[in-house]
C-alpha cells in the first residue's frame, strides 16, 4: 500500500509540476491574493475526482471516444485565447502587487474562472484521467486506492504550495515590472498551450 501510494505521489507530482495553463492561474491569484485558498482547493479537488475516475476506468472510455478530446481542444483553445489575451492587454496598464492596488474579483467569477481554465483543457484530462488512471488501472485491485490518494496528495500538496507561495511573496514583489512579467508569463503560458491544443486540429482539418 505505501509503495502504490508513494508511487502515485511520485508521478502525479511530476506531471502536475510541469508548467501550465492551471499553474499560472493559481500563480496569479496567489500573488493578487484573490482567493488563493479557493483556487487551490478547486484545482487540487478536480484533480481527485479525475485521477479516482481514471483509476476506476474512465480513461478507458476517453479513449475509445476521440471527439469528447476533439470537443474539449476546441473548448479549451478559445478560453485560454481568451484569458491570454487578457493578460495580455494588462501590460499596457499601470499596475502594481501592493495591495491597494491589485484589482479583486468576487468568490463567484474567481470560482467559475478556476473552474474553466481546469475542465476547459484536455491536457488535465490527458494526465489526470488517461496517464494516471492507465497507470493506477494496471495496479490489483487492493493497491489501485493507495495509487489513486498517492497523486491525490500531490496535487494538493502542489496547489497550495504555491498558492501559499505566491501570497506570501506578494509584499514582497510589490512592483510594477514584477506584475508585468507575471501577467507576461501567464499569456505567453494560455497562448503555448491553446497552440498545443489547436494545431494538431487545425492540420487534421486542413488534411481532411
Not at 479513449?63 to 478560453?79: C, D, E, K, V
Not at 491589485?102 to 475542465?119: D, Q, R, Y
Request: glycine share 12%; proline share 3%; charged share 10%.
Amino acid at each position: 500500500m505505501f509503495l502504490s501510494y508513494a508511487t502515485g505521489f511520485g508521478l502525479g507530482g511530476g506531471l502536475i509540476i510541469a508548467i501550465g495553463a492551471q499553474n499560472a492561474f493559481v500563480l496569479g491569484q496567489g500573488l493578487r491574493r484573490n482567493h488563493p485558498m479557493l483556487v487551490a482547493f478547486v484545482c487540487a479537488l478536480c484533480d481527485g475526482v479525475l485521477i479516482a475516475a481514471g483509476v476506476a476506468g474512465l480513461g478507458t472510455l476517453i479513449a475509445a471516444y476521440p471527439i469528447l478530446t476533439t470537443i474539449a481542444a476546441w473548448g479549451g483553445g478559445a478560453f485560454l485565447i481568451w484569458y491570454g489575451l487578457g493578460a495580455f492587454r494588462r501590460l499596457f496598464e499601470t499596475e502594481t502587487l501592493s495591495e491597494e492596488h491589485i484589482a479583486k474579483t468576487g468568490w463567484k467569477a474567481v470560482l467559475s474562472t478556476t473552474l474553466a481554465v481546469t475542465l476547459l483543457n484536455p491536457h488535465v484530462y490527458l494526465d489526470t484521467v488517461v496517464m494516471l488512471g492507465g497507470i493506477g488501472g494496471q495496479y490489483p485491485a487492493d493497491e489501485r486506492l493507495g495509487f489513486a490518494l498517492g497523486a491525490m496528495s500531490a496535487s494538493f500538496v502542489w496547489f497550495f504550495a504555491i498558492a501559499l507561495g505566491a501570497s506570501w511573496l506578494a509584499p514582497y514583489v510589490a512592483r510594477p515590472i514584477t506584475w508585468k512579467i507575471v501577467d507576461a508569463l501567464t499569456c505567453i503560458v494560455m497562448w503555448l498551450v491553446a497552440y498545443h491544443l489547436l494545431a494538431p486540429e487545425i492540420a487534421g482539418l486542413i488534411g481532411a
